[in-house]
């Protein structure tokens, strides 16, 4: 099971980002995804998810109708568009994943697979 998040950047307060995860080894069908977060001094947060039991989309509150994630099983590539951009997004920002990963696909704890990482900075 393979990661690589890129995307990453830095960005004006009220701006957006589109971060990528190119995956291989795994299939979706089977395999909850997410995007987790750390900031500086900050244990890692769930951003968003989906699930492998129902393929349910899940957000942090802190992030709701600001980013969306998606993912192209075709292409084995995530996607997290980050809109509205606030200055507490600041962090550093992995795509994981876990095989059979249901509901609790926002806790980081849950997740055996990690890419990288990519920062974001968020300018006010």
């Known amino acids: 099971v393979q990661l690589q998040a890129s995307g990453g950047g830095l960005a004006q307060a009220g701006g957006s980002l589109r971060l990528s995860c190119a995956t291989s080894?795994?299939?979706?069908?089977?395999?909850?995804v997410g995007w987790i977060r750390q900031a500086p001094g900050k244990e890692r947060e769930g951003v968003s998810c989906?699930?492998?039991?129902?393929?349910?989309?899940y957000y942090a509150d802190s992030v709701k109708d600001r980013f969306t994630m998606s993912a192209d099983s075709a292409k084995k590539m995530l996607y997290l568009q980050m809109d509205n951009l606030k200055p507490e997004d600041t962090a550093v920002y992995y795509c994981?994943?876990?095989?059979?990963?249901?509901?609790?696909?926002?806790?980081?704890?849950?997740?055996?697979?990690w890419g990288q990482g990519t920062q974001v900075t968020v300018s006010s």
């Open positions: 994981a994943t876990a095989p059979y990963l249901g509901n609790r696909c926002l806790d980081p704890h849950e997740y055996d697979s």
């Open positions: 080894g795994f299939t979706y069908d089977y395999y909850g």
């Open positions: 989906i699930s492998a039991t129902d393929y349910t989309t």
